[in-house]
């Protein structure tokens, strides 16, 4: 069975590791980037089963972010799911709005993110 | 006039005319009723096959509507119940709106609604379709998510099947009503093209078992094809069928023309017959069967001529469905046609035959009849000559007679008659002179009196004699009054009626002269007060022939006394009305006058201020009325000046006065007087001026605080997650006897920690209020109370509750306010912990008016010792505690003020002087409708406190008054 390929944008450098180390463990096939213009060239690359976002970025946010996924043609209809900091009533109707599926704020516990990621894989 | 003729017949004739006549109302009963029995018969058989086919029809389809309804139900139960299953409570975030554009009833343009966010725990509900996809999976059914808006419709934002959302049910719409008021709705697709859906809906609450949504399921209607089967299978005679459409008119289920529109289809007559049956299955509803005939011509089988049709129909209400079935008329009725021709024929032919009878014997009988009518003409016209020939012995023959009688009688009356009468006229008139004996002597003398006018009339009011001086008062000239006017002309209309001149006859009488001030009236009708003198002039017998009376014009002295009146009247209208009150008072200080203001502001009425001694409404008595005299009697001015005066019931109240020397014409000083301007309310804007000011400083300095807290624990988020992750991966890399487990495990619960007051903080500083709704502050405060009871038993305080019934609500959240009293107590209990007795805390709650706007209060008031001094403007601050190090995070109460404030609403400490330390917790009353409410009915005590309510502190006083007076 092939395994499941997920993208993780956060410019935070030791989140970008963290998780990365985490999914990994798990038999993901994960791509970290740290950027949206990277995150863009790698979706554009070939298609996901599930991606992950922070929210702050420089240049590109994550919210104008997903919202250009949606657009795009190759990973139109794959989840995307926030994980940021932020986790004001604001920040997640704003995640839903531009098209996320969830959004999970920091810190959230390992065992938890997981699940969750199992869960909306299917 | 009808029977005479028939009974000139002769018997014969009569009989055979009565005969034919029976006969003929026989044979048309008889026809009549054996057609119509007849057809009868064969019309119900008819219709009542034709009416069970569509009752049959009926049945079937609502049978699989009870079914499809209880499926509904049924799923809706599983879908809710999966629902609830999620983790987390079911909020409704007021200060979070989400906004659609609704579209307007059959309108282009579109509304704005808002609609609070709703969550399940964390889960947004809004366009979540991973959560609602999941639902309709397990629950076999299309599932949706409405939220109530804020106007109590109800938006759809999610669906399952990516299907779009937004549909929206305003606060009219019956599914809407349903939901609010908590019950369930079961029904029709709202979706005009899925009319015969069924959807459920079941209203979704919130934790305080508030409705803030609704959770809906469709059941699809997939069995139209199996009754279009059996449908068109049905004849209905040799060429009628049934079919199905909607109140619309258009074909559901038709052998040949499905999904056209027949509505506007026309019979041969041209009538909408069509349009005619919906209106008719419409009004009559649900279940009854009604029928209709219409002439139709089917130009597919070459017809020309229309036949007559019938159908039966039947509506069904929950889908919208009208079920009829039909044949032409003749293929029922072919054999009772045949019969009626028939009939019709024999007795078309009896009538004719009855007819031409009828017509022949009454031109025998008309004919004498016709004489008379013509005799009768004529004589109107007044020819009396005439006479009727009389032919027969019956009624007629009897009435010619008598007539011919009667011209003759007519022919006998004439007659006349004339009269005249005349009058005659007749003439007296008499007219007496009267004589007169004054001398031109005394006229002269009378007449250099200019000043004086006098008049002399007689006892009738004829004047006499009329001088120079009355001239000049009355203006009119002697020559044309003397013995041509009566003294009336210069006397009201008025005192003429009641009768001014018998008066003065009566007062000269008795005392000889009268003496009275009256208005007069010059020749113009100018009016003016007149001072008259009356003597009576009275001849040797003794009878009064006369007066004189002497005038004198009073005007110019009537005219300053008013002036004089008026003035003062208007200064004293000036003083009465000032706002001010205002004060005189003789050299010796008794009060000589005040105003109404005066009395109000002191509350003493003007009767027990006058004469006494001005100290007694002085704050400081005597010693200040001698400073004010003093201070006057030298500078003789004074402006502004602060002091205070005491009411009748011992309030005092400042004022600002100015004060100033009053003297005579020669400028001697006689007394002294004030004006005082009530500045009580001055005063007391100035101290909550300054209040508010410092509450301003301390709050904006709170908030600079919670935005760099919120800050700090928003970056520390990342490193904590990359940690936290980390050291997850690192735990399932090592073997389970790893030497260093412990120690990680220990890092691991450092990062719980600091993941626990990062929450915490973010608490501290949180802007959004989650779960506001109208409450009473005493829930909350109930709930700590009763959280913390066993605690405070345990530690031996007495706790006293003094909760004030009837508060007016306020808009808050109840779990952060119980956190705050919570708080609150736990912070009490610690101070009490170090002494030994007389351990008690009072909780209680009551209404405050006096603010601007009304507050609602709870005070927590404990017996310990008290918040030193110097801490009192810290204990709000992040991370101050007094407590040692373990016990106290230091945020509680900067946690309290953050919620408080966010309630618009404020914490006060109070340090009792006795023992303890009082916190006052502030918040205002829901709405300002509340708040108006609350002010009417304490409108009198407000008014009155201007004067009584607030107490001013000497040192407010003293401190600032300008000099000393």
Redesign the interface.
């Known amino acids: 069975m092939m395994n499941k390929r997920i993208l993780i944008v956060d410019d935070?450098e030791?989140?970008l590791?963290?998780?990365n180390?985490?999914l990994k463990?798990e038999g993901y096939e994960v791509d970290p980037v740290s950027s949206g213009s990277e995150a863009i060239e790698k979706l554009g690359q070939g298609t996901y089963d599930l991606i992950m976002l922070d929210i702050i970025m420089p240049e590109m946010d994550g919210f104008e972010l997903c919202r250009k996924i949606r657009e795009m043609d190759t990973n139109k209809e794959t989840?995307v799911v926030f994980l940021s900091?932020?986790?004001?009533?604001?920040d997640?109707?704003a995640g839903?709005?531009a098209g996320a599926?969830?959004?999970l704020?920091?810190?959230?516990?390992?065992?938890k993110?997981l699940s969750i990621i199992s869960d909306?894989l299917g | 006039m009808i029977i005479p003729p028939f009974k000139n017949l002769k018997i014969r004739a009569k009989l055979v005319s009565v005969t034919l006549f029976m006969v003929m109302i026989s044979l048309l009963t008889v026809s009549f009723l054996s057609t119509s029995q007849f057809g009868k018969a064969l019309r119900n058989s008819a219709e009542e096959d034709l009416e069970h086919l569509v009752t049959n029809l009926y049945s079937m389809c609502k049978l699989q509507y009870d079914m499809m309804n209880e499926m509904a139900l049924s799923s809706l139960n599983v879908a809710i119940k999966i629902f609830y299953q999620e983790e987390g409570d079911i909020q409704a975030?007021r200060?979070?709106k989400?906004h659609f554009d609704v579209p307007l009833q059959g309108k282009e343009e579109t509304q704005a609604v808002t609609a609070p966010?709703l969550?399940k725990g964390?889960l947004?509900l809004?366009?979540?379709?991973?959560l609602i996809d999941r639902i309709a999976r397990i629950a076999g059914v299309n599932c949706a998510i409405f939220q109530r808006t804020d106007n109590d419709g109800l938006i759809e934002v999610a669906t399952n099947e990516k299907q779009s959302v937004g549909a929206y049910f305003d606060r009219e719409n019956t599914i809407a009503k349903s939901i609010i008021s908590g019950r369930i709705f079961l029904g029709n697709s709202y979706n005009e093209s899925d009319k015969r859906d069924i959807v459920a809906y079941k209203p979704i609450k919130d934790g305080n078992g508030g409705i803030v949504g609704a959770f809906s399921v469709t059941v699809k209607e997939h069995q139209a094809s199996s009754l279009r089967d059996i449908l068109k299978n049905i004849k209905v005679g040799k060429t009628g069928y049934a079919y199905i459409m909607d109140s619309n008119g258009n074909l559901k289920i038709h052998p040949v023309k499905e999904g056209d529109n027949i509505r506007d289809t026309k019979d041969s007559s041209g009538f909408k017959y069509i349009d005619a049956m919906i209106i008719e299955a419409l009004n009559r509803g649900d279940g009854f069967v009604s029928t209709i005939r219409y002439p139709w011509i089917n130009p597919e089988l070459g017809e020309k001529k229309p036949r007559q049709k019938m159908s039966k129909y039947v509506y069904f209400e929950p889908w919208d469905l009208i079920i009829s079935a039909g044949t032409y008329e003749e293929e029922i009725y072919k054999s009772l046609y045949t019969t009626k021709r028939f009939i019709f024929i024999i007795v078309m032919l009896s009538i004719i035959l009855v007819f031409f009878l009828t017509v022949s014997i009454s031109k025998v009988l008309t004919g004498p009849i016709r004489e008379l009518t013509e005799i009768t003409t004529k004589m109107v016209e007044g020819d009396l000559s005439q006479r009727v020939t009389v032919y027969s012995s019956d009624e007629i023959g009897v009435l010619g007679t008598s007539f011919n009688r009667m011209i003759g009688q007519i022919q006998h009356y004439t007659s006349n008659l004339e009269r005249m009468v005349e009058e005659r006229t007749r003439e007296l008139k008499v007219s007496r002179e009267k004589y007169r004996d004054l001398s031109l002597f005394l006229n002269s003398i009378l007449d250099s009196a200019t000043e004086y006018g006098i008049i002399v009339f007689d006892y009738h009011g004829s004047i006499m004699e009329f001088t120079k001086g009355a001239e000049k008062i009355f203006g009119w000239k002697k020559e044309d009054v003397v013995n041509k006017q009566n003294i009336d002309i210069t006397i009201l209309n008025n005192d003429q009626a009641r009768d001014v001149l018998s008066d003065i006859a009566k007062h000269t009488r008795s005392a000889g002269v009268y003496e009275l001030e009256m208005t007069r009236v010059r020749e113009r009708g100018e009016k003016f007060p007149a001072l008259t003198t009356v003597t009576a002039m009275i001849d040797p017998s003794g009878a009064t022939t006369g007066f004189v009376e002497i005038v004198r014009d009073i005007s110019r002295r009537k005219n300053l006394e008013k002036q004089l009146r008026e003035t003062k009247e208007f200064l004293e209208n000036i003083m009465q009305s000032s706002v001010d009150g205002i004060i005189t008072t003789d050299m010796k200080g008794k009060i000589t006058y005040v105003n109404k203001a005066l009395e109000d502001m002191t509350g003493i009425s003007r009767d027990k201020l006058l004469n006494q001694h001005v100290s007694t409404i002085y704050v400081r008595g005597i010693l200040q009325a001698r400073e004010v005299m003093a201070f006057l009697k030298e500078s003789k001015r004074a402006e502004n000046y602060e002091m205070g005066i005491k009411r009748k019931d011992g309030k005092k109240i400042a004022i600002s006065t100015s004060l100033f020397m009053l003297r005579d014409e020669d400028g001697k000083d006689i007394g002294t007087a004030g004006i005082f301007k009530d500045i009580t309310e001055q005063k007391i804007l100035e101290y909550k001026l300054k209040a508010a000011r410092a509450r301003l400083i301390e709050t904006s300095k709170m908030r600079a605080l919670g935005e760099l807290v919120a800050g700090v624990a928003?970056?520390i988020?990342?490193?904590?997650?990359?940690?936290?992750?980390?050291l997850?991966?690192i735990l399932?890399?090592i073997p389970e006897d790893w030497p260093e487990r412990d120690r990680l495990e220990l890092i691991n619960k450092c990062?719980d920690r600091i993941?626990k007051i990062v929450e915490h903080l973010?608490g501290f500083s949180r802007q959004?209020d989650?779960d506001f709704q109208k409450i009473n502050i005493n829930t909350p405060i109930e709930n700590a109370l009763m959280l913390s009871g066993q605690h405070l038993l345990s530690n031996n305080i007495i706790v006293h509750k003094k909760l004030s019934q009837n508060l007016p609500e306020i808009n808050g959240s109840v779990n952060q306010l119980e956190q705050v009293f919570l708080n609150l107590i736990t912070n009490a209990k610690d101070a009490m912990d170090e002494i030994g007795d007389k351990k008690e805390l009072i909780v209680s709650s009551y209404l405050d008016r006096e603010e601007t706007n009304p507050m609602v209060i709870v005070s927590i008031r404990d017996t310990g010792p008290g918040i030193p001094e110097k801490y009192l403007h810290k204990v709000f601050e992040p991370f101050f505690t007094t407590k040692v190090v373990g016990k106290g995070t230091g945020l509680g109460l900067s946690l309290c003020f953050g919620i408080i404030e966010n309630h618009g609403g404020r914490i006060e400490i109070v340090n009792k002087k006795s023992r303890g330390a009082e916190f006052r917790v502030l918040i205002p009353v829901m709405n300002k409708e509340l708040a108006r409410r609350s002010e009417t009915e304490t409108s009198t005590g407000k008014k009155q406190n201007a004067y009584k309510g607030i107490e001013i502190t000497p040192q407010s006083m003293h401190g600032d008054k300008k000099g000393e007076i």
């Not at chain 1, 900091?85 to 604001?90: E, G, L, P, R, V």
């Not at chain 1, 704020?105 to 065992?111: A, F, G, L």
């Open positions: 935070d030791m989140v590791i963290a998780v180390e985490l463990q989840p900091a932020k986790n004001q009533d604001k997640r109707v839903m709005e599926n969830l959004f704020s920091k810190p959230i516990s390992p065992d993110l909306t | 975030i200060d979070h989400l966010l969550k964390d947004i809004y366009k979540n379709t991973s928003h970056e988020n990342n490193p904590l997650m990359a940690s936290k992750t980390l997850h991966v399932n890399n990062n993941e973010r959004t989650s």
